[in-house]
């Protein structure tokens, strides 16, 4: 089935510890995305690739790091997690289209909890 | 400040009862906008792209429609399975690829 897998699904992680959080599709979908998801906060974009080889910084990059080496893989790594770090997080992709804008398609998203 | 904000933050009905709920928008030049839902533990799953006022779109119970400052989602006789967390989402020029979401309404249909 065509989508978008994350992994873990959940995860309990000591604070100081290094993770990373993997996203990989199967659309052939040029751009790429995380964003963190907080109670009374709404969907916050970390940081983005709209291709292959580049990323971009979101709304809240702080202490997370991303790649993008090819089209299918998009890894987020926390070098050294924080507690403030739990949270959902979903990885979404989009395909580029010349003309008009088309949706987002999101994982299942992996809960973090940093303790 | 570019801001999207959506309005109830939760709402409850009945089965059968038909609501809105409110998506407000400031952006500069809105590429287009983007209802999804979010059920517990998911990801939110794609309905509606609107790109201009005007605009409607239908889907079994929804219907989105758009104006130039905001949108509405529209709820026709909802059943308990329409019961899960809308989401808007803007995509402008200042963001290229980017969206940006607003919180969410969380409905809640009662059988």
């Known amino acids: 089935i065509a989508g978008i897998t994350q992994a873990p699904t959940s995860q309990i992680l000591a604070a100081g510890r290094r993770m990373t959080l993997r996203c990989t599709q199967d659309?052939?979908?040029?751009?790429m995305y995380w964003y963190r998801q907080d109670l009374g906060l709404g969907l916050r974009l970390i940081h983005y690739?709209?291709?292959?080889?580049?990323?971009g910084k979101g709304e809240v990059p702080d202490g997370y790091s991303v790649s993008r080496a090819n089209t299918d893989d998009f890894p987020l790594t926390l070098a050294s997690a924080v507690p403030s770090q739990t949270s959902v997080y979903f990885c979404?992709?989009?395909?580029?289209?010349?003309?008009?804008?088309?949706?987002?398609?999101f994982g299942q998203g992996t809960r973090l909890t940093v303790v | 400040e570019d801001q999207v904000t959506q309005s109830p933050e939760a709402l409850r009905l009945q089965e059968g009862e038909s609501s809105s709920l409110n998506c407000s928008y400031t952006?500069?030049?809105?590429?287009?906008l983007f209802w999804y839902r979010q059920d517990p533990g998911k990801g939110p799953e794609f309905l509606f792209t609107?790109?201009?006022a005007g605009e409607e779109k239908e889907k079994e119970r929804l219907k989105a429609t758009l104006t130039k400052k905001e949108s509405f989602l529209h709820i026709t006789a909802p059943k308990p399975e329409d019961s899960a967390t809308y989401l808007c989402?803007?995509?402008?020029?200042?963001?290229?690829?980017?969206?940006?979401f607003g919180p969410g309404t969380r409905l809640s249909v009662l059988p």
């Open positions: 659309m052939r979908h040029n751009a």
């Open positions: 952006v500069s030049g809105l590429r287009g």
């Open positions: 690739s709209n291709t292959a080889g580049t990323t």
């Open positions: 609107l790109y201009s």
């Open positions: 979404a992709s989009k395909s580029d289209r010349a003309i008009g804008d088309t949706e987002a398609f």
């Open positions: 989402a803007v995509q402008a020029g200042n963001y290229g690829q980017n969206f940006v």
